[in-house]
T-cell receptor, first 113, second 114 residues
């Protein structure tokens, strides 16, 4: 079935460091791909998305490129801030799944001043 | 702004009690979802509904039921709470007609079953 795999474990890094969170997917057809973010004490919110191969989603300095050849959608940010500390979820929506999303397990990101 | 409101942020219940978690959205969305979030397991879909009185099982429906009597409201019911249902419960909604992949989430209800 459709699934998303995120890299294991929390990510701890210093302010202004480069952030990468890996995400790979398995799906039939041509899914849409998403990154959601959950700030402490809040629900999830959409961070960015890409709906077809080679699309790049971007928002708040974060970017991710839909790579069909490697079935990946890695999240990157060039210079993180303390306010980026949150949990990040990769997700996919496959065609004919009645608007259901499949989520990865999430990665806790902690940015230290 | 879209608003998804969950009735309780924190609940503490005893084993065997019946538990109701309420969710209301104000965007006239057709789709509504209940997820549970557990450390290391991410989000798992319990039930979803794509119309009033319509429901479908998600990935982990056992021990749960749902009710959707009005379009804006989607309730999650634990008929007899057990300790393994201690978790964070997240409600979400989306538009079916204009689905862009964006789910709108509530702030969550943290349930502890003793």
């Amino acid at each position: 079935g459709d699934s998303v795999t995120q890299m294991e474990g929390p990510v701890t890094l210093s302010e202004e460091a480069f952030l990468t969170i890996n995400c790979t997917y398995t799906a039939t057809g041509y899914p849409s791909l998403f990154w959601y973010v959950q700030y402490p004490g809040e629900g999830l919110q959409l961070l960015l998305k890409a709906t077809k191969a080679d699309d790049k989603g971007s928002n708040k300095g974060f970017e991710a490129t839909y790579r069909k050849e490697t079935t990946s959608f890695h999240l990157e940010k060039g210079s993180v801030q303390v306010s980026d500390s949150a949990v990040y979820f990769c997700a996919l929506s496959a065609p004919n799944r009645n608007n259901r999303l499949a989520f990865g397990k999430g990665n806790q990101v902690v940015v230290i001043p | 702004d879209v608003k998804v409101t969950q009735s309780s942020r924190y609940l503490v219940k005893r084993t065997g009690e019946k538990v109701f978690l309420e969710c209301v959205q104000d965007m006239d969305h057709e789709n509504m979802f209940w997820y549970r979030q557990d450390p290391g397991l991410g989000l798992r879909l319990i039930y979803f509904s794509y119309d009033v009185k319509m429901k479908e099982k998600g990935d982990i429906p056992e021990g749960y039921s749902v009710s959707r009597e009005k379009k804006e409201r989607f309730s999650l019911i634990l008929e007899s709470a057990s300790t393994n249902q201690t978790s964070m419960y997240l409600c979400a909604s989306s538009s079916h007609r204009d689905f862009s992949g964006e789910l709108f989430f509530g702030e969550g209800s943290r349930l502890t079953v003793l």
